[in-house]
């Protein structure tokens, strides 16, 4: 089984429509991400979180909201689609850097969403 | 501001030959930095990291070698093999020990021709 999986692998809607991508984790890491991917543009960090009471905003925030239900549980919601809120997805998570960690992110599989 | 820069959005190499990848950053408080590889229909996975009290790492076929003096580091893969076609992203972080996110390239694809 994947250590990270994200739901749905595909999603197709509508302008206006109020989306929510979920992201789970079996590895246990306190911390997760959100991302989108753009052609030519790269990963560019949407909203993370380190610990379940703690939400921080990314590079490219506006037009999105994050839920981080539990430790394994971190959902991305858009509350109301636009067509250029098209992209490719990505959830991560990592451990908190110390000991043998670095901090280094693990991502899911990615969820391709496109806005009509 | 583009933080890291990945400036060759593609490069082609030979099978067996050595596949060089470059990457910029421009904060000098990065002290922590990654490789990630991408293929299609999946998620990045890391590669190889390099701290910034070292200017190599090695893994196998993978190289990191870092130059802080010109804020540069660059992936070498020797020989490269088609299954190493790919995007490959290089991110940054500002203090392994903080609480920092990484900052990542716009990547590069890699085709490796047999």
């Known amino acids: 089984d994947a250590d990270v999986t994200q739901t749905p692998r595909n999603r197709i809607t509508k302008t206006g429509k109020r989306i929510m991508l979920e992201c789970s984790q079996t590895?246990?890491?306190?911390?997760m991400y959100w991302y989108r991917q753009d052609p030519g543009l790269g990963l560019r960090l949407i909203y993370y979180?380190?610990?379940?009471?703690?939400?921080n905003k990314g590079e490219i925030s506006d037009g999105y909201s994050v839920s981080r239900q539990a430790q394994a549980k971190f959902s991305l919601s858009l509350e109301s689609a636009i067509p250029n809120q098209t992209a490719l997805y990505f959830c991560?998570?990592?451990?908190?850097?110390?000991?043998?960690?670095?901090?280094?992110?693990?991502f899911g599989p990615g969820t391709r969403l496109t806005v009509l | 501001d583009q933080q890291v820069k990945q400036n060759s959005p593609s490069l082609s190499v030979q099978e067996g030959r050595i596949s060089i990848l470059n990457c910029d950053y421009t904060?000098?408080?990065?002290?922590?930095f990654l490789w990630y590889k991408k293929y299609p229909a999946e998620g990045p996975t890391f590669l190889i990291s390099?701290?910034?009290?070292?200017d190599k790492n090695e893994d196998g076929r993978f190289t990191v070698f870092l130059n802080k003096s010109a804020k540069h580091l660059s992936l070498h893969i020797v020989p490269s093999q088609p299954g190493d076609s790919a995007v490959y992203f290089c991110?940054?972080?500002?203090?392994?020990?903080?609480?920092?996110?990484?900052?990542f390239g716009k990547g590069t694809r890699l085709s490796v021709i047999a």
């Open positions: 991560a998570t990592s451990d908190p850097p110390g000991g043998a960690s670095t901090d280094t992110q693990y």
């Open positions: 590895k246990g890491h306190d911390r």
């Open positions: 979180s380190f610990d379940v009471k703690d939400i």
């Open positions: 904060n000098s408080m990065f002290d922590y």
């Open positions: 390099i701290s910034s009290i070292k």
């Open positions: 991110a940054a972080k500002r203090g392994l020990s903080g609480n920092t996110p990484l900052v």
